[in-house]
C-alpha cells in the first residue's frame, strides 16, 4: 500500500497561481509514472499532467502553457505549479502514482499498482 498525501490547494482570484504538492510512502526512484488530476462537481476526472520517471512530462492541451509538473525523487514528492488561473480551473485535484513489479514466480509475472491521494480543492474565484 502507497499512501500519497496531497497540499497546497486554495482558493485564489483569476489570474492567480498555487502550487500542489504530493508525497508518497514509496520512494519516487521506484514510481514510473507519477502524475495530477482533477475532477470538477458534475464533471468525470480528467488527467492534468504527468510525469516519467526521466523526467517527461505530458500536459493536457488546457494545462499547456499555464501549469507544470515535476518531481522530486529524492524527497518523494511530486509537484504541479498552477498560474495564471481560472474559474473553470476549479476542482478538487488527485494524484496519482503508477508502477510495476517483476515478481519471481515461478512463472514471473508483472504485477501493475496504482494509487490516488484523497484530493485537494483549488478554488478560483474573484
Known amino acids: 500500500q502507497v499512501r500519497l498525501v496531497e497540499s497546497g490547494g486554495g482558493s485564489v482570484q483569476p489570474g492567480g497561481s498555487l502550487r500542489l504538492s504530493c508525497e508518497s510512502s514509496?520512494?519516487?526512484?521506484?514510481?514510473?509514472?507519477m502524475s495530477w488530476h482533477r475532477q470538477a462537481p458534475g464533471k468525470e476526472r480528467e488527467l492534468v499532467a504527468a510525469i516519467a520517471d526521466d523526467g517527461t512530462a505530458k500536459y493536457a492541451t488546457f494545462a499547456e502553457g499555464r501549469f507544470t509538473i515535476s518531481r522530486d525523487n529524492d524527497k518523494n514528492t511530486v509537484s504541479l505549479d498552477l498560474n495564471s488561473l481560472k474559474p473553470e480551473d476549479t476542482a478538487v485535484y488527485f494524484c496519482?502514482?503508477?508502477?510495476?513489479?517483476?515478481?519471481?514466480?515461478?512463472?514471473?509475472?508483472?504485477?501493475?499498482?496504482?494509487?490516488w491521494g484523497q484530493g485537494t480543492q483549488v478554488t478560483v474565484s474573484s
Open positions: 514509496r520512494s519516487a526512484h521506484s514510481i514510473h509514472t
Open positions: 496519482h502514482v503508477y508502477y510495476a513489479e517483476l515478481t519471481a514466480g515461478p512463472p514471473p509475472d508483472i504485477k501493475h499498482y496504482d494509487y
